[in-house]
């Protein structure tokens, strides 16, 4: 992408507990080359620390926020009610409710103040989503996200070749699909 020095994503977690589900959104951004900080900034037991990171956040450059918690998962919401970056919202499971607390807490937002909200425990695709913003404006990332696209397609095709092989009678349409 095109070269930058200072973080464009950043990356907040409401407990380090958090960090198994948020890993593969930090792993999507260093893949695709993206400068990013890591921090976590719980919004009930840090809420004054974490309202002036997400005050300051488009003042130090960053251009997307990804934001996971769990159960009361107030901390994407709060992020997007200081900032204009678009926030991403990632639920993250707990023991009791299977994360549909935190997907629910994370994801109906008032009018005005909206938080987008991927699948439960989906840190991938957060980071996705966050490379997919940043290259509406950088042709280089998005020639990469085009080519991760084919690599989707390409596994899919090997998914189904094996499959059908496994799967289907000798003499049948798809027998021994190469
Ligand atoms: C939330 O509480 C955090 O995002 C985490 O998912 C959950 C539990 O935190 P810990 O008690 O594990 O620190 O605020």
């Known amino acids: 992408?095109?070269?930058?020095?200072?973080?464009?994503?950043?990356?907040?977690?409401g407990s380090d507990s958090d960090l198994e589900v948020m890993q593969p959104a930090v792993d999507v951004l260093a893949e695709?080359?993206?400068p990013?900080?890591?921090?976590?900034?719980?919004?009930?037991?840090?809420?004054?620390?974490?309202l002036?990171?997400?005050?300051?956040?488009?003042?130090?450059?960053l251009r997307?926020?990804?934001a996971g918690a769990g159960g009361a998962a107030h901390l994407p919401g709060m992020l997007a009610s200081v900032t204009s970056c678009p926030v991403i919202g990632v639920?993250?499971?707990l023991r009791q409710l299977d994360g549909l607390?935190?997907?629910?807490?994370?994801?109906?937002?008032p009018r005005g103040v909206p938080v987008a909200t991927v699948a439960i425990g989906n840190g991938q695709n957060a980071g996705l989503l966050a490379v997919r913003i940043l290259a509406t404006s950088d042709d280089e990332l998005r020639a990469k996200l085009d080519a991760h696209r084919d690599e989707i397609a390409e596994s899919s095709r090997e998914a189904d070749r094996r499959v059908r092989?496994?799967?289907?009678?000798?003499?049948g349409p798809g027998f021994r699909v190469r």
Do not use: C, Y
């Open 36 to 50: 990013h900080e890591v921090r976590v900034l719980s919004a009930h037991r840090r809420a004054h620390e974490m």
């Open 101 to 109: 607390d935190s997907l629910l807490s994370i994801a109906q937002m």
């Open 165 to 171: 092989n496994k799967t289907e009678s000798p003499g």
């Open 52 to 61: 002036a990171w997400g005050t300051e956040a488009a003042g130090r450059g």
């Open 32 to 34: 695709f080359g993206v």
């Open 91 to 93: 639920p993250v499971p």
């Open 1 to 13: 992408m095109t070269e930058h020095t200072t973080p464009l994503v950043g990356v907040a977690m």
């Open 64 to 66: 997307v926020i990804i």
